[in-house]
């Protein structure tokens, strides 16, 4: 099966296709926000670095098996430099569980390279989740004496 085109765009564009196509459970989208690239990369909370298409695509299906994932980005960092985009997001999850709705927060980095096609997505990294939303630490330049 053909892989669908998504329509030229900035990395923010891919970023909102993907979250999209997590949320709707539309694995044929998903795969569309990808680099064809052999090396791409994912590795979803506490797993395996999964490299390449048909392992990234395998992970997705069995998630999207039990529904769709309602992931939303938020406080997005970017770093664009180079044919290359590093956007750090929280990224919000609302589940259902036992005792009703619930929200649980991720760390997650996801890279976008200019590609032929367009930006794509090379790799999503994703830490495990916790309940309490991360806070950002910051700090200003060292001073040196």
Not at 12 to 17: F, H, I, L, M
Request: hydrophobic residues 40%; glycine residues 10%.
């Amino acid at each position: 099966m053909r892989k669908p085109k998504l329509p030229p765009g900035t990395p923010d564009d891919v970023e909102a296709s993907f979250y999209e196509a997590l949320q709707h459970g539309d694995i044929e989208r998903l795969m569309a926000c990808w680099a064809d690239e052999e090396e791409i990369v994912c590795v979803h909370p506490g797993g395996p670095r999964l490299v390449g298409a048909t392992a990234i695509r395998a992970a997705f299906e069995a998630m999207f098996s039990a529904g769709a994932i309602q992931a939303h980005p938020e406080k997005v960092l970017r770093l664009t430099a180079h044919g290359c985009s590093v956007h750090q997001v929280i990224e919000r999850i609302e589940l259902l569980g036992d005792d009703g709705p619930a929200r649980a927060f991720v760390l997650a980095t996801n890279v976008y390279v200019k590609t032929a096609q367009g930006w794509r997505l090379a790799t999503h990294h994703a830490s495990p989740g916790r309940q309490a939303e991360p806070q950002d630490v910051g700090g200003g330049l060292p001073v040196l004496h």
